[in-house]
């Protein structure tokens, strides 16, 4: 399956690109995708068609997903 991932701040940098389509086995989870861009061992938000998910929620086919490292401040 096809789903197209956004990646954030120095996110994109640790994955080497900032937005692509990939194709990854179905079914793959949001940690499974996490691992396949390299940022498994870094803290993220990781959202699903404009909706917060965890490691394990699957994905689908035509997922818009976007990896932002998690911030803090005021």
């Known amino acids: 399956m096809t789903v197209t991932v956004k990646v ?15 194709s990854v086995p179905d079914p793959t989870t949001a940690g499974q ?7 498994a061992d870094r803290p993220s938000i990781v959202t699903r068609n404009g909706k917060a998910v965890s490691a394990h929620d699957a994905l689908t086919e035509g997922d818009r997903v976007v990896i932002s490292p998690i911030y803090s401040g005021g």
Do not use: D, K, W
């Open 8 to 22: 954030i701040g120095p996110h994109a940098y640790a994955a080497g690109f900032s937005e692509r389509a990939l």
């Open 33 to 39: 995708l996490l691992a396949r861009v390299g940022l």
